[in-house]
């Protein structure tokens, strides 16, 4: 088990938008970077979150596909922001849960990388299990028993702090959505033979429920106004600004194939600030 001498924060469970989800797992890791450089202490935080409209996210700095219709995605109501974390693009729908640890670097219990990812990611697929889901820890995803991606995750680190997210797809990609992310032929075929879904919107309360349990030493706690301030100062600058969110010059593939084509045991995304 991780160490546990401090206790998890929870922030309990939102809806809202991608971008604003977003801007505070960003402002949480500031915070929490510029406590510790202060010597305060800091407990880890679990954050839990599903957004209120679908939405593209793109890679930190990764560009938007010039086959991308921005023109039809307003029509669709469907948003588009940015994470914090490196990596490609990926679509996601309310109904999708997603995840964020956010905690002192000292909370890591290995100096490995992939040992890292899966010391979070455990938590989680522990929780899927206990629901009624069967999976397993991919180097850096969650997968089910035959092999295919329904969780992938990323992280961005400090010198103090990290932030570790990911999101569960919640309904196969179909040909809207692949036109939506601006396929290819061969990343629609990728697709479809490497990801699958689970739909845990339906057991939200349990999947919750469980997931708490996993850390019987926490208590539970709403943003504080410093973090929301953070959060919107983040949300001003980065994940709500259509400048920084349109001029990034990394060209990805969309996010699980990323991971595919690279052997997932050599490949990793975790970026420094």
Known sequence: MSKLEEKMRII???????????????????????????????????????????????????????NIDLGKLKQKGIDITMRTSGGGHMFYTPNDIHFSFITPISFLESSDIYDNYQQFNKYISDCLNSI????????????????????????KRTSRAVLHHGGIISKRYDKEVFGILGATDEERDLLNEITSFLPVSRKLNDFLNSLYQEFSNSYKKSLEQDEISMAESELKKYFGNKEVIMGGRLERYICLIDRHRVKEEEFVYVERV
């Not at 890791?29 to 839990?48: A, D, F, V, Y």
């Not at 995803?141 to 992280?155: D, E, F, H, P, W």
């Open 12 to 66: 309990p469970h939102m809806v809202a938008p991608a971008e604003l989800c977003l801007a505070i797992d960003s402002a949480l890791l500031i915070n929490m970077h510029k406590k510790m450089i202060n010597g305060e202490r800091c407990n880890p935080i679990l954050r839990t979150y599903q957004f209120s409209n679908p939405t593209i996210i793109l890679g930190n700095k990764q560009s938007i596909r010039k």
């Open 132 to 155: 009624g889901y069967s999976v397993k820890l991919g180097s850096t995803s969650i997968r089910l028993s035959n092999n295919k991606l329904v969780c992938g995750t990323a992280q």
